[in-house]
């Protein structure tokens, strides 16, 4: 495993030092340092509110108790950096590569990821103190590498604080889906009050045909499954300026679009039969008045907010539905390209979409980034002449090239310092409990 890691990081020693967000280089050992503080501390910022009792729970197979995430990020942290590049590094318990390892079948065996709810030991306590030792021993190795072997261990830290925030954003989706399986439908944070009063009309930005690029180029960090970057061929198309809001989709709804096979693609239709969907997820009917799960508890559905917590499958019958399409993922690049990335971010504190503004302009996108990941009709696959590093980390990504389809933007989950237009998320199609929404698309005659 050593030999692996080594070899991927020894591909890494000629790229300059590049910083997490994405949108410069850093020049400093300090600010390395301090941008690893800041990411790791705000993992356990998102936790202030827990109870213990809290970070134990996992409520479906495909969420994680937050314990599980806390650790496994470490964990990261010392297989990756630690345990390669830290000579005579001992682990805390040698026991936690097999109980935190999630997916990278190269590192080693592992704990089933429908069973760690079940897992008492190590206690919250414990975990907090196995983040205080990689925290100590990474910031150790920081603080007294060479200039050579700082250029080595900066790629593998910027990825490791990428992989982090990726898990702080499901640490907050997976703690609503537990707050709302519990009848007391606890309360994670209260949120911010919500100063829009309405919604901004819908609107439709055209775009040309023609050859683009699309995919990362350039410094500043990127997954390996952004690039590389290629050329692409679009017809024209336009796109909403906004995201579809639950008013629209309550028309949707009350139209019997949950029952119109014809809105749906068969294997969709098949899962509502199945699931018993008939609105989006956490939405509840009582006395005839709508209500939703949020992270401030429960509350009525606020009809200007976007429609967030539906599958690809909703996304796309509710497109057929309103005569329109999801947009691809190229053309959601395309389209973002003059737009800043800016939004309702996760340091907000909001942990909500909230209503697009009225701007008093007459064309232009809003929603583009934050507020909800948007579903796009791509299936998630490789770009042109893409290849996945070898080793554990190339399992990162590229092995979940199958039966997913992409999502664009961000969410209010997401940290901006994460966001950027070339970002490929990507789910099943019917997954529900992250921030997703619907964006439409549609051609130009």
Known sequence: MKNTVAEIAGKTRSREVECANGQGIVHSRMALIDRYRAVRQFSEK?????????????????????????????????TFVLKVHLPDYESLHPQYTFLFNSYYNAAGKMHARPQRGLISRPTVRNTYEYRKYVDTMVLKLLGEASERKLEVLAPLIVLGLNHEQQHQ???????KHVFWMNPLRPVFRKEKPNAASSSAKLKWQNFDGGIYSIGHEGAGFHFDNEGPRHETLLQPFALASRLVTNREYLEFMEDNGYTRPEFWLSLGFNMVKEKYWDSPFYWERDLGKWGMMTLDGMRAVDLDEPVCHVSYFEADAY????????????????????????????????????????????????????????????SYSPYPGYKPVRGALGEYNGKFMCNQYVLRGASCATAKSHARRTYRNF?????????????????IS
């Open 46 to 78: 998102i936790c202030e509110t827990l109870e213990p009792e809290d970070f134990v729970i996992q409520t479906m197979p495909e969420m994680s108790p937050t314990k599980w995430h806390l650790a496994h990020v470490s964990w990261f942290f010392e």
């Open 169 to 175: 954003e499901l640490m907050l989706t997976d703690i």
């Open 319 to 378: 497109a057929r539905w309103a005569g329109a399409r999801l947009p691809t993922e190229a053309e959601w690049e395309v389209a973002s390209e003059e737009v800043p990335v800016e939004g309702n971010f996760a340091e907000s504190g909001f942990y909500h979409p909230a209503p697009a503004r009225e701007s008093g302009r007459t064309e232009g996108l809003q929603q583009m980034f934050g507020d909800l990941w948007q579903w796009t009709q791509s």
């Open 427 to 443: 789910f099943p199609p019917d997954a529900r409990w992250q921030f997703m929404g619907i964006r439409l698309a549609k051609e």
